[in-house]
Nanobody
Framework: QVQLVESGGGLVQAGGSLRLSCAAS????????MGWFRQAPGKEREFVAG????????YYADSVKGRFTISRDNAKNTVYLQMNSLKPEDTAVYYC?????????????????WGQGTQVTVSS
């Protein structure tokens, strides 16, 4: 059974940084793409960033491009999201997701396992 456990969320001031981690277990981590999504109160879940099985290909939402960096360590079965220059509009619950195949995907339909989420709050 696949499990995804996020950590690293918290409260930070605007302009600050956080690094989210997602530890995966249950199937061969290095075979699948990973992604980060977020959901703010009253809004739909949205794609943030994705990375392919090897880490060689990444894709970002326009709203975070240049500020967020997704990476993975296949030896540790972990994916990361480094978030810099945070803005109040980045406030949301952030979810880690594991893809159904190796290529990076930007739609939730491309992912079939999800974590429970971690809260990120950015104060102005």
């Amino acid at each position: 059974q696949v499990q995804l456990v996020e950590s690293g969320g918290g409260l930070v001031q605007a302009g600050g940084s956080l690094r989210l981690s997602c530890a995966a277990s249950g199937r061969t981590f290095s075979r699948y793409a990973m992604g980060w999504f977020r959901q703010a109160p009253g809004k739909e879940r949205e794609f943030v960033a994705g990375i392919d099985w090897s880490g060689g290909s990444t894709y970002y939402a326009d709203s975070v491009k240049g500020r967020f960096t997704i990476s993975r360590d296949n030896a540790k079965n972990t994916v990361y999201l480094q978030m810099n220059s945070l803005k109040p509009e980045d406030t949301a619950v952030y979810y880690c997701a594991q893809g159904s195949f190796g290529g990076v995907a930007s739609r939730s339909s491309g992912y079939n396992y999800w974590g429970q989420g971690t809260q990120v709050t950015v104060s102005s």
